[in-house]
């Protein structure tokens, strides 16, 4: 029996009370002088031999009551003895880029499978995959032949490095196994930008034997394509930045490739860093990319790059006059103003409302006559729409003519915060992929609560009441926001996460298709509605249905065909910092991350039991069956106490 | 609720002296009557009927003339009513004889807490006060000391020279271990004259069947008995917290280790049919049981006693 909190035992040197009191009670070397012993006969012997084992047994009891209460609140738990004799491995597999390295992958997976061939029958493994975010490609298992074939079958992706999430998930699964042995082994290339962010402070949980294998030699040839970039002027050329990192100038051919016809090559010498190519071209007219490659290197991966060539339109917005700041025209017309593209605003025309732009209306002029008509045809006509509730009558009475019952909320003293976001929603592909902390930052003041049976909710107040909604009606995609847009409701446009979640939502109401056409792996890409996307490289032959975002696991150039039969291209390349193959500079700092197992250490981890431990007694539960005895035993106790009470 | 063991039980009690008879005590008595509930032989006149038919002052019956028979005596009315000769009889009332028995048997020697009275001291008291109410009315009173045996005994007389031997006899008596009242109470019924009133006062821890051989013996004498059972409280009520060693009075010798709590209830069980089985041996001896606690005022149930023993005669 082991216990998760044994400092609690001391509690049991507390029976010393009863037993004092037991003792103290009892007077046995009294002599009672009686005038005659006839009536106290025999009988009276067995009532008192009877009462004074009951008295034993009421001491005893108390004593068990105050051992059982010790050993509750120590938490009790069973090591099962197989398991504490046994050993546990966990496989973390580097699947980044970087790992295509000529030889690097092959070479660890032949270390991992000789620590693996060490476990035998009984013993543990599984198999941890970084990127893009840390995921069991085998859980913990005992048949370490479908360990062996997942490693052997497991390939590098194109992602980049991140080891943080990977060492703390792995090391809480090991902490919590209750093995005696438990191993980590590190598969990865210790790459430098792999360990940046790491707290190498923050060492594994105590027992955790890490197996991290010889740092991988540098490359002897490395570069890699970072960056491509077309002149706007028709018939310019095409300018390919190279990024050597071998401090050796190297000669290398470069070629450039539209639908697999060769528009260029050309050979050229490198210099350590950056190298801007000038490569001159002509591509077809119906030329939708350009793929541009390097002769393979050490690192073929980052030895090719694609450009798309066609450009994307330029979404418009209509939008009511506002009082004070305009802080969604401001956000709206932020990218365009870096020249990055994005979205032009106008203001509302005073004549009929044209249906393809966006419309987004948030005060009570645009629910009176005669906008309201303008307003009631494009709706009709199935314009998008975004509307912000500010309350007036015309509005919530236009609402509710529509089906959607809005009431305002009470306010209160401190600032609400929305809740359950909908993260698969479509509006929050800005999002996707990263935390939505941003969006739960936000503060609102003032707020109404919104219901209907049309109503989608994508967040929600704290109480559980609609915030925001898609208001799906006769197949249009309409937003209804139950807050006004001013700084007086809410801080969202002055917070960091305005911009992105105004842009998506634009996006996403207009159908407007991204400006943007370049990307990187691991990057969530948004898609102004559903449809296909399909590689157009034919070594990703493979296509697939899609809605609102998608994220790329692989370079290449790719199609999207929406449902609405708009079609575009979009190239997506290897990040370029995963190119940097340069290892973390100490490696006897990894070592350090491995904490051993003494009961010695200092204070404060002599305090928090083994994580292991915790799992182990939560799953039990002792504590609750030896409070459940204790509660009998107290009643046993009471009932015993009222027979032999003095 | 139960009391701690008093003191004066819970260690080895020294045989301490009585202290001298209370008079102050005795002169608080009230005025009582000590009726005898059958008739009573005596040699003087008093206020007992008598058995013997004699020239008293209240008629009884008429018999048939006999030759021989006082002339005096003869009814010469009924003679002119109904022409024969008879003779009246008169009830003689005599002085009654009352002996009054006190037990010294160790058990005696109980006093549970200091405010209550020794057991022997209290049945002393009760005594004498009797002795005190027989010579308030002229009766003879006569007193047995029962030990192992009758230890002493002053026959029945009034006198004031009397009085002073029955107090200065009940003053040097002191309680002794193992006694057997059974048998002072045969000796006794040797030397009693028949028809005398018996008091005894004891706590009548004795074998029941020899006890009942000696009031059926005082039966047989038409003594007129009364027990006064002497009880101390704790006796009563065995309201005793403690555990310990209880060790028998009369024979120390026998000892028991036991837990008053827990053998309270089987000792009131016991004690109960002890004190219905004492009840009935003196009810089939003709006599009456009266039963006095220690703690309460000594002439508390007895002067009650006898007042319904009065109105019940």
Known sequence: MNWLLPGFLAGSALIGLPVLLHFL????????????????????????????????????????????????????????????HRRVAVVAIDNSMSMQARGRWEEMKSRVLAGLAELGEGDQAALLVMHPSPWWLVPLTTDLARVRSGLQAAQPGFEKTHYAGALRLAGEALAANPAKTKILIWMADEQRLGWVGVDMAQALPPGIKIRIGETAPSPERQAAIVALQKSAAPGGELVATVRLFSPMQDRRTITVQAGGRVLTEQTVSLRAGDNKIPLPFSPAKDADGLRVSLDADDLPADDTAWLALQGASVGTVLLDPATGTDFLTHALLSTRMLGVGGLKTSALPEKAWPVGPLVIVRDAPAFRPPRVEHLDRFVEAGGPLWIFVDGSDEELGWLDRHGVNVSPRAPEDEAWHLRNWDPEHPVLAAFSGRSLLPLLDVEFYQGFDLDGDSLVPVASWPDGKT???????????????????????????????????????????????????????????????????????????????????????????????ADTGARRVFAVNIPPEESDLTPWPDPGQLARLERPDAPNGDGKRMAMPPLSDQVAENHQRLWWWVFALCAVAILVELALANRTAL | MPRRVPRAIASQPPPLPLPPLDMRLLAELPSLSLQARCMVEGFLSGHHRSPQKGSSVEFAEYRAYQPGDDLRRVDWRLYGRTDRLHVKQYEEETQLRVFVVLDTSGSMDFQSREKVMRKIEFARIVIAALALLARRQGDAFGLGIAGAELRGFLSARSSVSHWRSFIGKLEVVSPAGKASLATALLDLAEVVPPRSMIVIASDFYEETPRLENALRRLRYDHHDLIGAHVLDPVELDFDLDHSGTFVDAESPGWRLKLDAPSVRRGYLERFGEFCSELDELFHEAGGEMVRLRTDRAPFEALSLYLAQREQRL
């Not at chain 1, 007086?488 to 917070?495: G, I, L, R, S, Y």
């Not at chain 1, 996403?508 to 509605?529: K, T, Y």
């Open chain 1, 25 to 84: 009670r009892s007077k046995p070397k009294t002599i009672l002088h009686f005038p005659t012993l006839r009536f106290l006969g025999e009988s009276a012997i067995r009532d008192t031999r009877k009462h004074r084992l009951l008295r034993w047994l009421t001491l005893l009891l108390r004593c068990l009551i105050i051992l059982l209460l010790a050993a509750a609140f120590a938490r009790p738990f069973r090591v099962h003895a197989t398991a504490a």
């Open chain 1, 467 to 561: 915030a925001l909604a898609e208001w799906s009606e006769g197949g249009r995609h309409l937003l209804l926001a139950g807050f006004p847009m001013d700084r007086a409701a809410t801080n969202w446009p002055v917070h960091p996460s305005f911009v992105p979640f105004v842009h998506q939502a634009a996006h996403w109401l207009g159908s407007f298709a991204s400006s943007r056409n370049d990307w990187r792996v691991g990057e969530s890409i948004p898609l102004e509605s559903e449809g296909t996307w399909r590689s157009l490289d034919s070594a990703l032959p493979h296509e697939q249905r899609v809605g609102g975002s998608i994220r790329p696991a692989a370079p290449g150039l790719f199609e999207f065909v």
